[in-house]
């Protein structure tokens, strides 16, 4: 059975397990331990590769050559061979993805769901690695992503009893019959609605205000495929409602988006990819609301196509077809925290993912490299906590600077097309080979508006009665280049004073005395 992990829709409120596989009595996922072979290579899980043809016929991997289409070197993407990718490359087609809302698009979700692949937690497409951060949820939801990692325990049936007649005091018979209906340690949403209104007029705000956040989560960050039920252990972070607002929900939201990946984020794919599905902007959007706001995914605005076209349009992807940053407008209501580059593990109880911005450099707008290979550590949950509260030791360090959004180094997209499965879709026999597109960087420039042009050469008035002219002119050349990429690439907020600071001293590294404007690379967009 072909089995895919990750994103829950917390961002464009999707479903993610289904009913069925939430009957387990400990429904919580428990931390994955990696086995003794793949500790040694330095992987989660080792694969199982019995009956395996030799000959790199379809649907086997070769012992020397890796799979058809790729991966060539499966070092990395372990579990390839139960990919859901390499099914569909194969020829074992599956359905669209069933999506219990009416807000999500079946077609444009199911073809990401494709490309996830959990042993690096990214997005694989032909361009290179993407996936949602850390930032990306504090924007496009303005949940806190600093603060503690919740911590709890998984629940069995009685325990959910229990914390049913705690938290929400109804009856041991009223838990143990919602239980049984809901078959397992969850409760029905439409019950929690019911209880809600029951305890509002019986003036029990506490006990109400837990119905009420348990239902919330319930319907937006921790969903599930039912699109009805709910997992009571989450009630657990509402057992001091003086302290619930002190967790990172944040971080909680990406754990379960990472663990969940069955729906992923309509929002965050209008973000990044604004050429693959033509998206709708709300009038009404002001910046100061959260960025998933400012799209309209309502069943009147999606213009919905199958999941075969889509894999089409990005298996064409390119690099500039790609929003490598798209919340340079939105910093200045929520700026950019530097805990989103935090490297390592995030837990949400017993749940357990990895957080990898190394793979994923262009987000931050740093040249990407070739990664080195993923690495589970294993942690306890104390020691993942720990890591999380000193986080400045476990941050990402900062790179070279891209010159133009989505640069890679020379050897990073051979690397990439060796390890990875960057198309989905098979070309037609007569059609000639896909290769990794050639690392030429003015490819890679935005039309048609120019980016800032930087003269190394300074007027000769100023140098021309220094000593040590030459090298003067070449450090302020320098400087203006570096100034330009961090203007270029919206590393600070337009209209702020930092940015007209940088500007002016952009002009005068440039010998530029006019008060004329600079004018800025900007992004291109489908509304």
Not at 461 to 484: F, K, N, P, R, T
């Amino acid at each position: 059975m072909v089995r895919t992990r990750g994103l829950g829709c917390a961002l464009g409120a999707g479903r993610g397990r289904g009913i069925s596989e939430d009957m387990h009595e400990a429904d919580v996922p428990l931390r994955r331990r990696p086995t003794a072979s793949a500790q040694m290579t330095g992987a989660a899980d080792a694969v199982q590769t019995e009956g395996v043809a030799t000959d790199g016929s379809l649907g086997s991997p070769a012992a020397d050559e890796g799979f058809p289409g790729g991966p060539r070197d499966p070092s990395i993407l372990i579990d390839f061979a139960e990919h859901v990718a390499h099914s569909i490359w194969s020829g074992r087609e599956r359905p669209d993805l069933k999506c219990s809302v009416i807000t999500t698009d079946p077609g444009l979700i199911s073809a990401f769901v494709e490309r996830w692949h959990r042993e690096t937690s990214t997005f694989h497409l032909p361009v290179g690695e993407l996936t949602i951060t850390l930032d990306d949820v504090a924007s496009l939801l303005h949940l806190p992503i600093t603060s503690a990692l919740h911590t709890f325990k998984p629940l069995v049936t009685s325990d959910a009893i229990r914390l049913l007649t705690e938290l929400l005091e109804v009856s041991d018979e009223e838990a143990t019959l919602e239980t049984r209906q809901a078959g397992g340690p969850h409760v029905r949403l439409g019950w929690l609605r019911d209880l809600y209104q029951s305890q509002c007029s019986t003036r029990r705000w506490v006990v109400a205000a837990r119905t009420y956040l348990l239902h919330l989560v319930g319907c937006t960050l921790f969903t599930n495929k039912s699109s009805t039920h709910v997992h009571v252990v989450h009630l657990e972070a509402f057992r001091d409602l003086a302290q619930t607002g002190g967790f990172a929900w944040g971080a909680a939201a990406l754990v379960h988006m990472y663990d969940h990946l069955n729906d992923a984020s309509q929002c965050w794919i209008y973000e990044h990819f604004p050429t693959v599905h033509t998206s709708v902007v709300h009038d009404a959007y002001d910046e100061g609301s959260p960025r998933a706001c400012r799209w309209l995914t309502g069943k009147a605005h999606i213009t919905g196509i199958k999941g075969a076209p889509y894999r089409r349009r990005l298996d064409a992807l390119s690099v500039t077809d790609v929003c490598w940053m798209p919340y340079g407008e939105h910093q200045r209501v929520r700026a950019f925290d530097l805990i989103s580059s935090y490297t390592g593990q995030l837990k949400w109880g017993q749940i357990v993912v990895y957080v990898r911005p190394k793979r994923v450099l262009r987000q931050f707008g740093y040249l990407q490299t070739v990664p080195s290979p993923p690495v589970c550590d294993s942690l306890m949950g104390d020691d993942i906590d720990d890591r999380w509260l000193n986080f400045p030791d476990h941050l990402v360090p900062s790179r070279e600077l891209c010159v133009v959004p989505g640069q890679v180094a020379a050897d990073y997209m051979e690397w990439f097309f060796r390890i990875s499965h960057p198309f989905v879709t098979r070309t037609e026999e007569t059609a000639a080979p896909r290769h990794p597109p050639p690392p030429h960087h003015e490819e890679f420039v935005e039309p048609p508006i120019p980016e800032v042009s930087v003269a190394t050469d300074l007027p000769t008035h100023s140098v021309v009665h220094c000593e040590g002219c030459q090298g003067m002119a070449q450090d302020l050349g320098a400087i203006a280049e570096d100034l330009e990429r961090v203007i270029n690439l919206r590393m600070v907020t337009e209209g702020t004073d930092l940015h007209d600071i940088m500007t002016c001293c952009l002009r005068r590294a440039r010998g530029d005395t006019t008060d004329g404007s600079l004018r800025l690379c900007q992004r291109r967009r489908i509304d």
